[in-house]
């Protein structure tokens, strides 16, 4: 089973613990030492002629490690390459980073 998506929500909140708890992993932190990505989602947004940062991993690649086992990512673009003002540009026209893995299947 792989369980992909747009969780609008961070590792700390509960949805995450309860994914891992249930005997899913996920493919980006098995292969990368333990860690999520710093962001799959980066925006400003004004309220109140504020202008505010929103830079969070809230995308996830989850997998039963029966039958499957990563094997490598797709490398995702640091803020520099993405360019100043966030997501969407014009190379990731996507307010969300693409996250891949690629599995070998038992």
């Known amino acids: 089973m792989i369980v992909a998506g747009d969780f609008n ?3 700390d909140e509960p949805f995450y613990s309860k ?3 249930s005997g ?7 292969l990368m ?5 710093d962001f ?4 400003f947004k004004s309220r109140n002629n504020v202008k505010t940062e929103e830079c ?4 996830y690649i ?5 039958g499957f086992t990563p094997i490598a990512l797709l490398k995702l673009p640091t803020k520099k390459e993405i360019g100043p003002n966030g997501l969407p540009s014009d190379n990731y026209p996507s307010d969300h ?7 070998i299947i038992r």
């Open 97 to 103: 980073l693409a996250l891949e893995t690629k599995f």
């Open 9 to 11: 929500g961070e590792m």
């Open 40 to 43: 799959t989602t980066w925006k």
């Open 24 to 30: 899913l992993r996920s493919s980006y932190r098995v």
């Open 56 to 59: 969070w991993s809230v995308d």
């Open 33 to 37: 030492n333990d860690h999520e990505p």
């Open 62 to 66: 989850f997998y039963k490690p029966e």
């Open 19 to 21: 994914i891992l708890n």
